[in-house]
């Protein structure tokens, strides 16, 4: 295990439903982020947060809306989403924001719209 | 644009078998070089992490070497087992002020007995 943990692991919503994903990291890390992970396509990265301040938001839609409360947890509630949001969400964390920092990544939340 | 190459898209081989996947990037000005493994269902783990000035990184029998100059990397694999199939995503960080990670697509490794 990498110490990043995420839950649920699966989720099947329709598109008006509101869920929200978790993230714990038990490494005592700062910063923590948010991917979204698309059949063949790269990692996108969608949030960044350092300190429990959001750093970085890559353009991403307002139907996601990241929280993160503390340094260890960070939550993405979702809202209203369209079945091209379907995909593996992974959250990862990292020591700091620094090139040299390795992020480690959790198992994962494989999300299904309907 | 910074962009991360990764080829063969797929590759199957037999237990027991060598096998080498590639990377090109063209991501500037750049920081490092990660080989990630993610395996089906799972989150990526690190394999190597390799920056401008070394050539070659070992992890067991996961070795990845670095061409700074021609911006190629590739990943070689020995003695492979079935449970080195997985996805290998090659991932570079650009050595901006923000340090962004270039993911590649992934090369998906099957290992048949």
């Known amino acids: 295990e990498t110490g990043v943990t995420q839950t649920p692991r699966h989720l099947v919503m329709g598109m008006t439903n509101k869920k929200s994903l978790k993230c714990e990291q038990h490494?005592?890390?700062?910063?923590m982020y948010w991917y979204k992970q698309s059949a063949k396509k790269p990692l996108e990265l969608m949030f960044v947060?350092?300190?429990?301040?959001?750093?970085e938001n890559n353009s991403v839609p307002s139907r996601f809306s990241p929280e993160c409360p503390n340094s260890s947890h960070l939550f993405l509630h979702l809202h209203t989403l369209q079945p091209e949001d379907s995909a593996l969400y992974l959250c990862?964390?990292?020591?700091?924001?620094?090139?040299?920092?390795?992020?480690?990544f959790g198992p994962g939340t494989r999300l299904t719209v309907t | 644009k910074n962009q991360v190459e990764q080829s063969p898209q797929s590759l199957i081989i037999l237990e027991g078998k060598n096998c080498t996947l590639q990377?090109?990037?063209?991501?500037?000005?750049?920081?490092?070089l990660r080989w990630y493994k993610q395996d089906t269902g799972r989150g990526p783990v690190s394999l190597t992490i390799?920056?401008?000035?070394?050539n070659t990184k070992s992890n067991g029998r996961y070795t990845a070497t670095l061409d700074a100059d021609t911006k190629q990397s590739s990943l070689h694999i020995t003695a492979s087992q079935l449970s080195d199939s997985a996805s290998y995503i090659c991932?570079?960080?650009?050595?901006?002020?923000?340090?962004?990670?270039?993911f590649g697509k992934g090369t998906k490794l099957s290992v048949k007995p």
């Open positions: 990862a964390s990292s020591q700091g924001l620094a090139h040299s920092y390795e992020q480690y």
């Open positions: 490494l005592g890390h700062n910063a």
């Open positions: 947060y350092n300190f429990k301040e959001q750093t």
């Open positions: 990377c090109n990037y063209t991501v500037s000005p750049f920081s490092n």
């Open positions: 390799m920056t401008f000035s070394e």
């Open positions: 991932v570079v960080t650009d050595g901006g002020s923000q340090g962004n990670l270039i």
